[in-house]
């Protein structure tokens, strides 16, 4: 019963040029996803944050271009 199996290393030996190229390629290509997803959601954050400047100083500016008297009791 403690005697090993021995015809594991020839099967073993057989798929490890198998597993590389399949395997390898495999990983490229996960690798240059998650780059280009990064990519993405950096360019998209950006641009969200932007619009969101722009938005806000407009508002500022819209503000301050109103008189005192309507700033405190609204728009009429």
């Known amino acids: 019963m403690s005697e ?3 015809s594991l ?3 073993a030996l057989a798929l490890v040029p198998i597993a590389c190229c399949i395997g390898l390629p495999l990983l490229a290509a ?3 996803s998650v780059a280009l997803a990064a990519w993405t ?3 998209a954050a950006a641009a969200i944050a ?3 400047v722009v938005f806000t100083s407009r508002m500022r ?3 301050s271009a109103q008189p005192r ?3 405190t009791t609204g728009n009429r």
């Open 9 to 11: 290393g020839l099967g």
């Open 69 to 71: 008297s309507l700033r």
């Open 61 to 63: 500016r819209r503000r």
């Open 50 to 52: 932007l619009v969101l």
């Open 30 to 32: 996960a690798g240059v």
């Open 4 to 6: 090993k199996r021995q």
């Open 41 to 43: 959601g950096g360019i």
